[in-house]
Nanobody
Framework: QVQLVESGGGLVQAGGSLRLSCAAS????????MGWFRQAPGKEREFVAF????????YYADSVKGRFTISRDNAKNGVYLQMNSLNPEDTAVYHC???????????????????WGQGTQVTVSS
């Protein structure tokens, strides 16, 4: 059973930074692409970023491009999201997710991810 546990969320002022971490269980972490999504109250889950198995390719939502950076460390079974220049619209619960086996493309589509973490709250005050 795959488990994903996020950490690093918190309260930050607008313009500040946070670094989220996601720790994954299992020995096949490096075989799968990983993504970050977020969900604000009353809104649908929104794609944030994706990173390929090797970390060589990344893909971002337009709303975070240039401000957020996704990375991974396969030796530590970890994926990270560095968030800079935060604004109140970034307030949400952030979830990491592991791609389904065989999934290709469609990075922003939640149904292409098989496992999800419980999430970590990020609150940005104005």
């Amino acid at each position: 059973q795959v488990q994903l546990v996020e950490s690093g969320g918190g309260l930050v002022q607008a313009g500040g930074s946070l670094r989220l971490s996601c720790a994954a269980s299992g020995r096949t972490f490096s075989n799968y692409g990983m993504g970050w999504f977020r969900q604000a109250p009353g809104k649908e889950r929104e794609f944030v970023a994706f990173i390929s198995r090797s970390g060589g390719s990344t893909y971002y939502a337009d709303s975070v491009k240039g401000r957020f950076t996704i990375s991974r460390d396969n030796a530590k079974n970890g994926v990270y999201l560095q968030m800079n220049s935060l604004n109140p619209e970034d307030t949400a619960v952030y979830h990491c997710a592991r791609r389904r086996q065989g999934a290709s493309g469609n990075y922003p589509l939640p149904s292409t991810y098989a496992y999800w973490g419980q999430g970590t709250q990020v609150t940005v005050s104005s």
